[in-house]
């Protein structure tokens, strides 16, 4: 029986990547739960997936996700999926148990609220091409199973050069103001002015969304922690 204690409200933000980002930014800005206020971790909050890799994984629903595990300059990494593990530190060489366990929860967690939450708001950082992002849209529908959801990209590097004709695939393309879009999280650039303000346009067009249907959940956090 599934487990939908978890879903108090209309509807739920999810991040599918790339990187850590997109959790960040919208826990930033208040329109995501920090940890403290019961957010359930999801397996691409916090690593590092390529929108290609999120397709493969979700289309074959996770099952040779730790197959390809391997310990790599300090941290695990996938190899297959060209996944990095960035954020969990606390897995040395010798807790690759402690780390499939870790993800297996984050997993279970995501697959819960996809199947489950009313509505849905994905929204990825990508670099990827149209057609990749149009192939990730199609493996959420089939994963919602008719369920109402829209798929927002962030178009950090400007180079989607088509509108998609499903509408419930948003755009926001807006150059970075970073050497490169990776740079992001860098102490030299997270904290600056262009940062902020960048930060806040893309929690501005995520919130734009969300009041098209909804009235937006708000939330007074300074942190992740």
Known sequence: MQNTDFINDAYTIISLGNDCAVRYYLTMGGLKKSKSLGELSLPFDL???PTKSVVKILKNNF?????NLLFKNGIWVN???KILYNHDKDCDE???????ARFANRIENFNNIVKNSPYIFFVIKSQAKASE???LYKVLRQK???????????????KIRKEFKEKEIILFSKHHPFPKSSD???PEYKDSAQSIQYQNDICKFVENEIKKDFKVNKYNISNLK
């Open 79 to 81: 190899k297959k999926y």
């Open 94 to 100: 010798n807790s690759k148990i402690k780390l499939i």
């Open 144 to 158: 919602r199973n008719d369920l109402p959801f829209k798929l927002l990209v962030l178009d950090m590097d400007c």
């Open 47 to 49: 690593s590092c997936h």
């Open 63 to 67: 099952n040779d996700y730790f197959n």
């Open 133 to 135: 992002i149009i192939n």
């Open 184 to 186: 992001w999280w860098k």
